[in-house]
């Protein structure tokens, strides 16, 4: 055990660079906007799912870092189609369970899989090879989290890299007894690639909101 006079000491800062400026990291909390009852898309309207949220919004808020996480799968002949290469969902598998251990890092509580906005692949990934998955979050709404997940793959024998897949998925953060959505931290962005990030999310949830009331419309006979 070390001394007393070490266990003292204040927690280790993270330590950056002599002369590096650093700005203050910014809390975003992506909007709320509702419209005229029943139009909003959040259940708010009869016949909507009940989306309302149990809990404050916490204070405190949680940086990019803290929940980002990387998996390695080998692609073993198990997980692969007739071509001998990864099946696509086993892809979307890993690439689900990556984005769930972002949004569960982030909210601390039970998480489900609202939507996959996009799922690109972009090249193979052939029996043998490594399947390197990397998730971070780039967008926090009230109870909701999009997560970005890349899939590059690596040959085992010439180290070479490539990127095959990106998503964009959406979680919902649960309270752990009522089951019901229940509000999730703040996100914290340090760096300009998080901004730009995060500016482009929002753009891609109003996007989501559009495509969500173009199909409610569509199915009740309500649209112009």
């Known amino acids: 055990m070390r001394s007393g006079a070490a266990a003292s000491e204040p927690p280790a800062q993270r330590r950056f660079p002599a002369g590096c400026a650093r700005r203050a990291p910014i ?46 799968q080998l692609v073993l002949p198990q997980h692969a189609n007739v071509h001998g290469t990864l099946l696509g969902g086993t892809a979307m598998h890993w690439i689900d369970l990556a984005a769930a251990v972002v949004a569960n890092r982030h909210s601390r509580r039970p998480v489900v899989t609202a939507s996959i906005d996009e799922l690109s692949f972009l090249a193979p990934v052939q029996v043998g ?9 780039t967008l926090v709404d009230r109870s909701s989290m999009e997560i970005r997940v890349d899939v590059d793959s690596e040959d085992l024998l010439t180290g070479e890299r490539r990127h095959t897949s990106t998503a964009f998925v959406t979680f919902v953060a ?11 931290p703040p996100l914290l ?11 482009r999310a929002l ?8 495509r969500r009331r173009a199909t409610r419309e569509a199915d009740t006979g309500t649209g112009p």
């Not at 005229?36 to 940086?63: F, I, K, L, N, S």
């Not at 649960?174 to 999730?184: G, K, M, S």
């Not at 962005?189 to 500016?199: G, I, K, P, S, Y």
């Not at 753009?203 to 559009?210: D, F, I, Q, V």
């Open 27 to 72: 809390v975003y909390h992506a909007p709320v906007r509702c419209g005229p009852r029943g139009t909003c898309g959040r259940g708010h309207g009869r016949g909507g799912a009940d989306t309302r949220v149990t809990t404050e919004t916490p204070t405190t808020g949680r940086t990019v870092r803290d929940s980002e996480t990387t998996m390695t």
């Open 129 to 137: 090879q490594l399947a390197l998955i990397q998730a971070h979050i």
């Open 174 to 184: 649960l309270d752990p007894v009522t089951r019901r959505p229940t509000a999730v």
């Open 189 to 199: 962005l340090e760096t300009d690639a998080e901004r730009a990030e995060h500016t």
């Open 203 to 210: 753009e891609r949830r109003r996007h989501r909101l559009e």
